[in-house]
T-cell receptor, first 112, second 112 residues
Framework: DGGITQSPKYLFRKEGQNVTLSCEQNLNHDAMYWYRQDPGQGLRLIYYSQIVNDFQKGDIAEGYSVSREKKESFPLTVTSAQKNPTAFYLC???????????FGQGTRLTVV | DAKTTQPPSMDCAEGRAANLPCNHSTISGNEYVYWYRQIHSQGPQYIIHGLKNNETNEMASLIITEDRKSSTLILPHATLRDTAVYYCIVRVGYSGNTPLVFGKGTRLSVIA
C-alpha cells in the first residue's frame, strides 16, 4: 500500500525522557512536515523538510529535533526541553510543485 | 498566523446542504484557497482548492467571490460522516512545498 505510516499510534513516556516518533512514506514525495495538535486547537507546524539532509524550523520548533537522512523517513524527537509534550502529532508529505498534502494517522503522545 | 477567519462551529441537518464560509481579505494574487477536513482523531484530508473560479469535485463545491476576499465550501447533501473540523487555508500553490498553515477551523456537526 502507498501511504504514510506513523508509529506507534499511542505512546507513553515519563517526564524528562526523550522520545522519537516515526514517520515513513513510500509516496516518493519530496517534502515532509511535522505538526502538533492540542485538544480543540488547529495544527501547528513544528519542522519541515523539502529535501534530504535539509530541514527548516516551523512555528513551534523549540524542544524538538528532526533528521532527514533519507527521502522516505522524517523522525521527530521530542526532547526533555519541551515543556508540554503531551499532544497529538501528525506527519504529512507533499510532492514537489503539487498542491495536496497527505497526512498520516498520527501519534498520540502522553507524558506522565 | 493563519490568514483566514472561520466561524468556530456550525450545525447542518442531514441531507441538507452545508455552507461553510471563510474570510481571507488579505489574500494575494498568487495565493490559492484550500479546504481540508479532519474527522476526530485522524489526519486532515484534502477536499478542494481554487484560485478565482468556482470549483467542483466529487466531494464538494468551492465558491470564491469576485474580489477573492471570501469563499464558501458547499457540501451539497451532508451526511453524518461529514461531521468534522473544516479548515480553510490560503497558500501559494504550484510553487514548491510551502507548508500549510492551519487555523482553528469550523467544527461542523451534521444532525440526523
Amino acid at each position: 500500500d502507498g501511504g504514510i505510516t506513523q508509529s506507534p499510534k499511542y505512546l507513553f513516556r515519563k517526564e524528562g525522557q526523550n522520545v522519537t516518533l516515526s514517520c515513513e512514506q513510500n509516496l516518493n514525495h519530496d517534502a515532509m512536515y511535522w505538526y502538533r495538535q492540542d485538544p480543540g486547537q488547529g495544527l501547528r507546524l513544528i519542522y519541515y523538510s523539502q529535501i534530504v539532509n535539509d530541514f527548516q524550523k516551523g512555528d513551534i520548533a523549540e524542544g524538538y529535533s528532526v533528521s532527514r537522512e533519507k527521502k522516505e523517513s522524517f523522525p521527530l524527537t521530542v526532547t526533555s526541553a519541551q515543556k508540554n509534550p503531551t499532544a497529538f502529532y501528525l506527519c504529512a508529505t507533499m510532492r514537489g510543485g503539487d498542491t495536496e498534502a497527505f497526512f498520516g494517522q498520527g501519534t498520540r503522545l502522553t507524558v506522565v | 498566523d493563519a490568514k483566514t477567519t472561520q466561524p468556530p462551529s456550525m450545525d447542518c441537518a442531514e441531507g441538507r446542504a452545508a455552507n461553510l464560509p471563510c474570510n481571507h481579505s488579505t489574500i494575494s494574487g498568487n495565493e490559492y484557497v484550500y479546504w481540508y477536513r479532519q474527522i476526530h482523531s485522524q489526519g486532515p484530508q484534502y477536499i478542494i482548492h481554487g484560485l478565482k473560479n468556482n470549483e467542483t469535485n466529487e466531494m464538494a463545491s468551492l465558491i470564491i467571490t469576485e474580489d477573492r476576499k471570501s469563499s464558501t465550501l458547499i457540501l451539497p447533501h451532508a451526511t453524518l460522516r461529514d461531521t468534522a473540523v473544516y479548515y480553510c487555508i490560503v497558500r501559494v500553490g504550484y510553487s514548491g512545498n510551502t507548508p500549510l498553515v492551519f487555523g482553528k477551523g469550523t467544527r461542523l456537526s451534521v444532525i440526523a
